[in-house]
């Protein structure tokens, strides 16, 4: 116990130095096998170093709100981020804010971030939830950095949601006929050129001017600036693709490559695509699909994942392989090949005694 109100006691053969401060308790091992007194002086001194804040104990730790820290990170996205990553972001910060709104971030436990996941589950947000958990995770880490926290980041420990593999929609070339017969103009020379480099439309085609168009050399480059991993790279055209683009530099009066009737570049063309995949009768196409059927028909066409990689700018393969998937025609064909190469005398006798 205790002793004299010193706060330092003996169990055994070794002495403890144990008192409050500011609401926490402090309990320090101090020595074995030394006298009383000696035991209170070191207790005074390390005593000391706490109220002082030297040991790193009796600071007080640097934590903020969740809304705080939620403006602070978003206020980093818009100056750091892509418009439409920020705007993402922010989706993300709304529905985090409904769990974690009031709380300090020291105040978030692991236990907390779980009952959110699972909350986010219950309601079949199952996908959604692995990018809210990430965005979090990022949150904490860059408030660590700016100083405005201190302390593990209780979304490390936590595990994602295993996502369901899913068929990524490809265009076969029937479809992609359909497609075409219902679009015109600029939406009609978007879906050709996106099917045939592979550019991501909203944020790659769509800001591209004809500064970064090489038509003598046959090269699109994407700038780093509107890169998804944020590399500048350089697309081939091929001859469709490239038959496109002269026909639009032809006439072309702006400094973007796809343009409204004033000359300013659009900023989507979602609705005018989804009204096109309807009457084509096309379900499950999206902007993306296009891009979906570059990989898949290079894969198709026997070019290596890696160059694949470099073509579309994905930083991880594993990515390419989501892409790389063979359509069930191709499939077909592909087996049919063994017939006519091994069908040999072997195989028609065997065939005949069946």
């Keep these: 116990m205790a002793r004299r109100g010193e706060g330092v006691y003996q169990r055994g053969t070794v002495w403890y130095l144990d008192f409050r401060h500011d609401g926490q308790r402090h309990t320090l091992r101090i020595g074995r096998n030394i006298k009383r007194h000696v035991a209170a002086?070191?207790?005074?001194?390390?005593?000391?170093?706490?109220?002082?804040?030297?040991?790193?104990?009796?600071?007080?730790?640097?934590?903020?709100?969740?809304?705080?820290?939620?403006?602070?990170?978003?206020s980093w996205a818009r100056t750091n981020k892509k418009p439409r990553t920020s705007k993402d972001y922010r989706q993300c910060i709304d529905h985090l804010k409904g769990h974690f709104a009031g709380k300090r971030l020291g105040q978030i436990l692991t236990l907390d971030v779980e009952r959110y996941k699972r909350g986010r589950v219950d309601v079949g947000a199952r996908v959604r939830v692995n990018r809210e958990l990430a965005v979090l995770h990022n949150l904490l880490n860059r408030c660590k950095e700016w100083g405005l926290f201190e302390g593990e980041n209780p979304a490390g420990a936590v595990k994602k949601i295993k996502e369901p593999k899913r068929r990524l929609r490809f265009l076969e070339s029937s479809e992609e006929g359909r497609l075409l017969e219902h679009t015109e103009g600029c939406l009609r020379s978007v879906v050709i050129v996106g099917i045939n480099t592979g550019l991501r439309i909203r944020s790659e085609a769509l800001p591209l001017c004809w500064s970064d168009v090489d038509l003598q050399r046959g090269f699109v480059t994407v700038q780093a600036a509107y890169a998804k991993n944020g590399t500048s790279r350089s697309v081939p055209l091929n001859s469709r693709a490239r038959e496109v683009l002269e026909r639009l530099r032809e006439r072309s009066k702006s400094e973007y490559v796809f343009t409204q009737a004033n000359g300013r570049p659009y900023k989507s063309m979602d609705k005018p695509f989804a009204a096109a995949c309807k009457l084509a009768k096309l379900a499950g196409v999206t902007l993306h699909t296009l891009r979906h059927s570059f990989a898949s028909r290079l894969a198709m066409a026997g070019v290596d994942l890696r160059t694949i990689q470099d073509l579309g700018g994905w930083s991880d393969l594993s990515m390419v392989m989501r892409y790389s998937h063979l359509s069930p025609n191709h499939k077909r064909e592909a087996?049919?090949?063994i017939v006519p190469e091994f069908h040999n005398a072997i195989h028609n006798t065997a065939l005949s005694a069946v």
């Design 41 to 74: 002086e070191i207790a005074g001194v390390k005593r000391a170093a706490i109220l002082k804040g030297e040991a790193g104990i009796g600071q007080k730790r640097k934590d903020i709100l969740f809304e705080r820290a939620a403006e602070e990170f978003l």
């Design 335 to 337: 087996i049919e090949k």
